[in-house]
C-alpha cells in the first residue's frame, strides 16, 4: 500500500472509530438520562394520579356514611311497617333519597336496605321490595363501609361503584344504606395526559386484570380489554427490561395492550384491589435520543469528509519528497548511475537523498572495479575449466578400470580341482551383485565343463531371506548345467535366522567349512570319473 493511501486510511479510520466510540457513548449515557426522566415523569403521575382516585374513593365514602347517619332514615328502619307514620316516613325517605341524587351529579341511585336485605327505599332504579340479602353490598355493608368493584348500571349502562355502609342505632344494625356512584371524576383523573406526549395514558385495571376506565386509543374497552400487569400472576408481554426510579417505584419497558413497546410504571389502590398503570411510547420517550444521534452521525460524516480533505493536503505534503526519491531510485535501478537525486532540503529526507547519491557514486565506482575483476576472472575460469576437463577423462578411465575390477572381484570363480570350481562370497549381496555372480559362474562351469560348484559364504555377514532365495536361483541354474552346486560356511546366527524365518532349504547342499566341502566334491567329481 502506497504511504499516501496508508496515510489516508490511518486518518480516516481513526475519525470513524473516535466518532463511533462517542456516538455509542453519548447514546448510553443519554438513554440513561432520558429514561430516569421519563421514568421519573411516569412515577410523579401516577403516585398524583392515585392520591386523586384515593381522594375520590375517601369522598364518596364520606357521602354515603352521612347519608347512613340521618337521623330520618334510622327512624325510618325502626319505624314497624304497621305503624300509622310508617308511610309518611317513607314518603319522607324517597324524597331525601330523590333529593340527594339530583344535588349531586356523581350518585346514579341510592337505596336503602332494612337488616333483612329487603329493599325499602330507592330513587327508582332499584325495586322497592327485592331482596339484596345474598349480595356483597348487604353481607359486607352490614359491619363496615364497603366499596364493591367497577360495574355497569343496569339501566344506564354506565360504569359505577357501589357504595354500602350500615345503619347504626343505639349501637345495632338496623339498615344498610347503598349508594351507586357514577365515575365521571375518575375518568377525568385517569383520562388527563398532561406531561405524557402523544403516545402516554393512564388507565386502571381492576383485581381481574380487566380496564375499567376509558383507553385514550381504543374505543368499547371498559370490562373487555385485558391488561397483563403482573400484579395477579401474570406477565406483560414481551418483557424486555426492569428498574427502579428514583421514587423506588419499579418501570418496566414491554409491550402494551395494543402492541407497541412502552416505558410503564404503576401502582395499586389496595383497597380496591385495582392497579393503576401510566405508561408512553418507547419511541417517543426515546426521540431526543434518536435525534441527537442523527445530529451526531451528521457531524461525523462531515468531520469524515473534512478529515479525508487533511489528510489528502497531509499525505501530500508528507509523500511528495518521497515520491522523487522512488522516482529516483527506480532510474537507478536501471542502471543510471549518474543520475542525481539530492535536494536542498534541510530534514530527514533531504539527507536520505544526499546519502542515496553518496550510495550511488560508490555503485558507480565498484561496478567498474567488478567488470575489470570479471575479466580477469573469465581468463581464470576458462584455464581451470580446461585442467578440469583433462581431470575428468583420466577420472573415467580410471572409474572404468577400476569397475571392471570390482566385477572381477565380486564373482572371483577358481579351480580347485579337475571339474571343480570355488566361488567365495565376501561381503553384502544385492541384485547387480547376484546377476553378476550368475553370469559369471554359469560361463565359466560352461567353460570348464565342471561337475562340481562350491559356494562359499563364509563372508557373507549376514544371510537373510532374500539372500538365501538368490543362493536358490543359483544352485538350480547350476544344476540346469548338470553340475552340482555345494554351500559352506554358513554361520550359526544366520541359520538360527533362517529357521526362525521358516525359510525352505531343502534345495540347498550345505557344508560346514571350505574344507568339508572341497572334500565333498571330490567325493562327488571321483563318482563322475574326473579321479577315477
Same mark, same amino acid.
Given at each position: ?373 570479471? $575479466? =580477469? %576472472?573469465? #581468463?581464470?575460469?576458462?584455464?581451470? &575449466?580446461?585442467?578440469?576437463? @583433462? !581431470?575428468?577423462?583420466? /577420472?573415467? +578411465? *580410471? ?78 541354474? $547350476? =544344476? %540346469?548345467? #548338470?553340475?552340482?552346486?555345494?554351500? &559352506?560356511?554358513?554361520?550359526? @546366527? !544366520?541359520?538360527?535366522? /533362517?529357521? +526362525? *524365518? ?31
Amino acid at each position: 500500500m502506497k504511504i499516501r493511501t496508508r496515510v489516508l486510511v490511518i486518518l480516516v479510520i481513526t475519525i470513524l472509530i473516535t466518532g463511533a466510540v462517542g456516538i455509542i457513548a453519548s447514546n448510553i449515557v443519554s438513554r440513561e438520562i432520558v429514561k430516569d426522566q421519563i421514568g421519573n415523569q411516569l412515577v410523579l403521575t401516577v403516585q398524583s394520579r392515585a392520591n386523586h382516585i384515593e381522594t375520590f374513593l375517601d369522598m364518596n365514602r364520606l357521602k354515603v356514611e352521612r347519608t347512613a347517619s340521618s337521623f330520618v332514615i334510622k327512624d325510618f328502619l325502626t319505624t314497624d311497617v304497621d305503624d300509622d307514620c310508617y308511610a309518611a316516613q317513607c314518603e319522607q325517605v324517597n324524597a331525601r333519597l330523590h333529593t340527594l341524587a339530583a344535588t349531586d351529579d356523581l350518585i346514579c341511585a341510592i337505596f336503602i336496605l332494612d337488616r333483612n336485605g329487603t329493599v325499602v327505599a330507592s330513587t327508582g332504579e332499584v325495586v322497592v321490595g327485592s331482596n339484596r340479602s345474598s349480595e356483597d353490598m348487604f353481607l359486607k355493608g352490614r359491619t363496615r363501609t364497603y366499596m364493591g368493584d367497577i360495574r355497569a348500571c343496569k339501566n344506564t349502562g354506565r360504569s359505577v361503584i357501589p357504595l354500602s355502609t350500615p345503619v347504626i342505632e343505639n349501637g345495632e344494625m338496623v339498615g344498610v344504606t347503598v349508594q351507586s356512584i357514577r365515575m365521571n371524576d375518575l375518568y377525568t383523573i385517569t383520562t388527563d395526559t398532561t406531561g405524557l406526549g402523544e403516545t402516554g395514558e393512564v388507565y386502571l385495571v381492576n383485581m381481574g386484570g380487566y380496564m375499567v376506565t376509558p383507553s385514550r386509543f381504543r374505543d368499547d374497552t371498559f370490562m373487555k380489554q385485558k391488561v397483563a400487569t403482573g400484579y395477579h400472576g401474570d406477565e406483560p408481554e414481551d418483557l424486555k427490561d426492569i428498574w427502579k426510579g428514583e421514587y423506588g417505584h419499579e418501570l418496566i419497558t414491554c409491550k402494551s395492550y395494543l402492541g407497541t413497546d412502552v416505558i410503564r410504571t404503576h401502582t395499586h389502590v389496595n383497597e380496591m384491589g385495582w392497579t393503576l398503570i401510566a405508561e408512553m411510547g418507547e419511541e417517543e420517550a426515546f426521540a431526543p435520543v434518536t435525534g441527537l444521534t442523527r445530529t451526531m452521525l451528521s457531524i461525523l460524516a462531515v468531520l469524515a469528509l473534512g478529515g479525508i480533505s487533511c489528510s489528502i493536503i497531509i499525505s501530500g505534503t508528507l509523500t511528495e519528497p518521497l515520491l522523487t526519491l522512488s522516482s529516483g531510485a527506480e532510474k537507478i535501478e536501471k542502471g543510471d548511475l549518474d543520475y542525481k537525486v539530492g535536494t536542498d532540503a534541510d530534514d530527514e529526507i533531504g539527507d536520505l537523498s544526499r546519502s542515496i547519491d553518496r550510495m550511488t557514486g560508490e555503485l558507480k565506482r565498484s561496478r567498474v572495479e567488478l567488470e575489470e575483476y570479471n $575479466v =580477469r %576472472l573469465e #581468463g581464470q575460469i576458462e584455464e581451470r &575449466t580446461r585442467k578440469l576437463t @583433462e !581431470s575428468e577423462e583420466y /577420472l573415467k +578411465e *580410471l572409474v572404468d578400470k577400476m569397475r571392471v575390477s570390482q566385477e572381477d572381484l565380486s564373482a572371483p570363480v577358481v579351480q580347485v580341482g579337475d571339474g571343480i570350481l570355488a566361488l567365495p562370497l565376501i561381503g553384502m549381496i544385492d541384485e547387480h551383485r547376484i546377476a553378476t555372480i550368475m553370469e559369471t559362474l554359469l560361463s565359466q562351469i560352461t567353460g570348464t565343463q565342471s561337475d562340481v560348484v562350491i559356494l562359499d559364504v563364509t563372508g557373507v555377514h549376514e544371510i537373510d531371506t532374500y539372500v538365501t532365495g538368490q543362493l536358490i536361483r543359483i544352485v538350480r541354474a $547350476v =544344476r %540346469l548345467l #548338470g553340475a552340482t552346486c555345494i554351500i &559352506t560356511g554358513v554361520r550359526p @546366527e !544366520s541359520a538360527h535366522t /533362517l529357521v +526362525e *524365518l521358516g525359510v525352505d532349504t531343502s534345495e540347498l547342499v550345505t557344508r560346514r567349512t571350505l574344507q568339508d566341502g572341497i572334500g565333498y566334491a571330490l567325493k562327488i567329481a571321483g563318482e563322475h570319473g574326473s579321479y577315477a
